[in-house]
């Protein structure tokens, strides 16, 4: 009795067993090739569901369905116009037939080993055929200029085939060589470009250069400007100076002469008023001639000498 039940047991171990090595899920995200003894068997499965496979005997290979990424080693290439710079790209790829690619290149690594045979082959290819600027720019554009000097400096050449129609090529060309790989390469891009570091020392140096050489173009141009600035408002104020001194005498020449007409106005109406305005001017002289320290000597006949001789 014992026996019959460890028996069915075991018999039911093996049923359960079979039919676990005998179907396999494929998730969204997958596709698979079903292999026996290393070589397909049948069509590849590409739904999502439950599959069925001959227990022990067929082994299945999953593939990802999905995008995937494929980033490119910065290399150093010369251009059309022999500029070396470095170069860094990336790229994304599908498995459009898993048993295809299974055949030709078996997994993923494989894949990313032959992509980096061809899209870094294209690439150089791609850099090689096209001068620096069809690389760096997409399209022919007016450069926006905010200052005056601007237009000597933002000149922009025309480019021919430019950076977008250059991916363009090598991603036609890349799929070209990968049609019998099962797989499709649906974008590339260069990432990143700039020149190797001994050129771009040199171009910065021309830069500097450059920047130097306007700026000393301005600082004189100011320099010069300051100077007629300085010398216009030298001789303004030369001239207001001048015509301020000639209003100024003019206004004492006409004060002294009303002044003079009033003093003799004043002291014109008779005898007595005379001799008063001519003793008030002496004295006045007197103040403003003689001070402490100052001694004169007057003859008897000088007119200062006469009022003493009254007083006397």
Do not use: C
């Amino acid at each position: 009795m014992k026996t019959s039940r460890t028996l069915l047991l075991i018999l039911a171990g093996l049923l359960a067993l079979l039919a676990y090595s005998s179907i396999y899920i494929l998730s969204e995200t997958q596709q698979a090739i079903v292999t026996q003894f290393g070589r397909p068997v049948g069509e590849p499965r590409t739904e999502p569901g439950l599959n069925f496979k001959v227990p022990f005997l067929h082994k299945v290979q999953f593939f990802d369905k999905r995008y995937l990424e494929w980033d490119g080693d910065q290399n150093q290439v010369p251009t059309k116009d022999k500029k070396f710079i470095f170069v860094d790209t990336y790229a994304r790829w599908e498995i459009t037939n898993p048993l295809q690619f299974f055949i030709r290149l078996r997994d993923e690594r494989s894949a990313q080993s032959r992509l980096d045979d061809i899209l870094d082959g294209e690439t150089r290819n791609a850099v090689a055929s096209h001068d620096l600027l069809d690389l760096v720019r997409s399209r022919n554009r007016d450069p926006e200029i905010t200052e005056d000097f601007m237009e000597e400096i933002e000149i922009l050449e025309d480019i021919s085939v430019g950076r977008a129609n250059i991916e363009k090529i090598v991603l036609e060309k890349a799929n070209e060589r990968t049609s019998d790989l099962g797989v499709r390469i649906l974008d590339f891009r260069f990432k990143r470009m700039n020149y190797v570091d001994e050129v771009r020392d040199r171009v910065f140096d021309r830069m500097i250069s450059e920047r130097n050489r306007i700026a000393d173009q301005f600082r004189s141009e100011g320099q010069g400007e300051a100077r007629k600035i300085e010398g216009d408002k030298e001789r303004d104020l030369a001239q207001i100076q001048s015509e301020a001194f000639r209003e100024a005498e003019e206004i004492k020449g006409r004060a002294d002469a009303e002044a003079t007409d009033i003093y003799a106005s004043a002291y014109n109406r008779n005898r007595q008023a005379v001799d008063l305005y001519k003793f008030v001017r002496s004295m006045e002289s007197f103040e403003k001639s003689l001070d402490d320290n100052t001694s004169i000597i007057l003859s008897s006949d000088s007119e200062f000498f006469k009022y003493f001789k009254r007083l006397n």
